[in-house]
Each structure stands twice: as structure tokens, then as C-alpha cells.
């Protein structure tokens, strides 16, 4: 199975968990604390399944540099 790798790195310095939002908060240059507080008040809502978009970037993002 070929996986296809986006251009976003996960974060080796600003990680809680496997540095998923501290990777994308370095690329797009957002406040990580608000990154995760938002996506954790998305992760938690009927319309958003958080869990499986964290997954599903923690394959897709390339490991930290």
C-alpha cells in the first residue's frame, strides 16, 4: 500500500502526543496552545470525527526533522 506523504513536518520540539498540531502550528505559524484548544473543542463535536483526522495526519505528515 502506498501512503502519499503531504509536505508538513511534525513538530520534534513542540509535541504533546506525536507533535501532529505543534507541526502544522510551525508550518501555518498559529499559536500552538490555540491550535490545540481549538481542535479539541472540534474533536468533540458530531460534525468533525477529531480522532480520525489525527490518525489520519499522523500518517500523512512526514516524520520530525
Known amino acids: 500500500m502506498i ?16 507533535g501532529i498540531i505543534g507541526g502544522l ?3 501555518y505559524q498559529w499559536n500552538p496552545t490555540l491550535a490545540r484548544v481549538i481542535f479539541l473543542l472540534l474533536a468533540f463535536t458530531p460534525f468533525f470525527p477529531g480522532i480520525i483526522a489525527y490518525l489520519v495526519l499522523w500518517i500523512l505528515m512526514k516524520d520530525p526533522e
Open 3 to 18: 501512503f502519499l506523504k503531504i509536505n508538513i513536518h511534525r513538530s520534534a520540539t513542540n509535541k504533546v502526543f506525536a
Open 25 to 27: 502550528s510551525e508550518h
